[in-house]
Structures are given as structure tokens and as C-alpha cells.
């Protein structure tokens, strides 16, 4: 069964950092496009930043110039580098491979990022 582990979430002051990991398992990430979500209160989930077997990655405008995204295939693992964090980052962030996001039990239990002003 496809699932995956987030963990690197915490509380944070506006302009801090932090990294987010996530450790796949059932899946082999290589080959996959994999990709980081988040989702807020009262609101849908969104796509954050997405990475491609060859690195190339894209990022929502929200967040872009301030988030990385990164991969070690070797590891299983992705990461989400955030820097400059802003209180609208606050959200649980979650990562999944994107032939598997309709897959409802692939998702985790995701990682609470609460950034305060």
C-alpha cells in the first residue's frame, strides 16, 4: 500500500524556517512526479511545489522565491525547504505522488506548520 510520512512541522515566528521530510513507502519515488500540498483551515488543498523525476520543479505563486523543493530517490524521501515563512503559510502540509492523489489512502496525516505574526 502507498503511503507517506510527513514530519519537520512546528511553530514558527513570520520570517523563520523550516524543512518539511517525507518518507515514502509502497512507492518507489523515482520515476514519480511527487509533490508537496497543504491545506488550511476552511479551505481545499493546494498544490505547493511539485518536483519531476529529472528535478525540474514548479511552485505556486504564494510561495515561490521563498520554498524549495528537493528529492533523494536513494532515500525514498523528499523534502520542502521553507524560508521567509509568513502567517498565511499556516496550514497542514502533506506530500504525495501525483498518480496517487485520488487515491485516498495514500495520503498521511501530514505535518501542522503554524507561522504567528
Known amino acids: 500500500q502507498v503511503q507517506f510520512a510527513e514530519s519537520g512541522g512546528g511553530l514558527v515566528q513570520a520570517g523563520g524556517s523550516l524543512t518539511l521530510s517525507c518518507l515514502a513507502s509502497g512507492i518507489f519515488l523515482r520515476g514519480n512526479t511527487v509533490g508537496w500540498y497543504r491545506q488550511a483551515p476552511g479551505k481545499q488543498r493546494e498544490l505547493v511545489a511539485r518536483?519531476?523525476?529529472?528535478?525540474?520543479?514548479n511552485y505556486g505563486n504564494s510561495v515561490q522565491g521563498r520554498f524549495t523543493i528537493s528529492r533523494v530517490n536513494a532515500k525514498n524521501t523528499m523534502y520542502l525547504q521553507m524560508k521567509s515563512l509568513k502567517p498565511e503559510d499556516t496550514a497542514i502540509y502533506y506530500c504525495?505522488?501525483?498518480?496517487?492523489?485520488?487515491?485516498?489512502?495514500?495520503w498521511g496525516q501530514g505535518t501542522q506548520v503554524t507561522v504567528s505574526s
Open positions: 518536483i519531476d523525476n529529472f528535478g525540474r520543479a
Open positions: 504525495n505522488a501525483e498518480d496517487f492523489v485520488a487515491n485516498s489512502m495514500s
